[in-house]
């Protein structure tokens, strides 16, 4: 039978060394080693690097996707519902650096692989933005010119782009609120219809 902590632990610690070396360079016997488990231990529960790498996504971003649509399910207004996006998903890369550098660049680099695979958390995550800016438009808050799937990636990108400040020693001073704020600001200038900017 399978431990579930055991399992846990690989997750952390192939998610830390994936952060320091990268995908394609990390290999099982490094992942076993900051795990602090025996190399075969790993396959009794993966298939290979890349089904560890899928893990991580699912289920660290799954944590996420989670607790981000527990929030969202309290709130109707589009404006604060993207603001609870941002928060949520800053505090997390915040709290989890390893994991941010992870989303960050290798999302990209193995960004081939994580399209064959289809049932995964990450389209989840951002389609959780999606939704929120098709809802903001029902409202008639948001311009109905701007197209959900493309602001999705802006928005996102943009989160991933100035989640990198904590691990950077000119802009780690920075907390979640003012990123969030700074961002939001921004964001929402661009898509808000001209009245209800004006009424902000």
């Not at 993966?46 to 996707?65: P, Q």
């Not at 996006?85 to 960050?104: D, G, P, R, Y």
């Not at 996102?156 to 990198?164: H, N, Q, Y």
């Amino acid at each position: 039978m399978k431990d579930i902590h055991k399992h846990s632990k690989i997750i952390t610690a192939a998610t830390k060394v994936f952060a320091k070396k990268g995908f394609f360079n990390a290999r099982i016997s490094d992942i076993a080693k900051e795990a602090k488990v025996a190399d075969g231990t790993i396959y009794l529960y993966f298939n290979n690097k890349y089904d560890i790498l899928i893990s991580v996504f699912e289920e660290e971003i799954g944590k996420i996707v989670e607790q981000i649509k527990k929030s969202l399910a309290e709130e109707t207004d589009p404006r604060k519902m993207l603001e609870i996006f941002a928060t949520k998903h800053l505090q997390s890369m915040k709290k989890n650096k390893n994991l941010a550098e992870v989303i960050q660049i290798e999302l990209r680099q193995t960004n081939k692989l994580i399209k064959d695979y289809r049932n995964n958390k990450f389209s989840d995550y951002t389609d959780l933005v999606e939704e929120i800016i098709r809802l903001g438009q029902k409202q008639n808050i948001y311009c109905l010119d701007v197209e959900p799937g493309i602001a999705k990636r802006i928005f996102f990108g943009a989160l991933e782009e100035v989640s990198r400040v904590w691990n950077t020693s000119i802009d780690g001073h920075y907390t979640v609120d003012e990123i969030s704020g700074q961002l939001l600001k921004i964001f929402l200038s661009g898509i808000l219809l001209p009245e209800k900017n004006a009424a902000r």
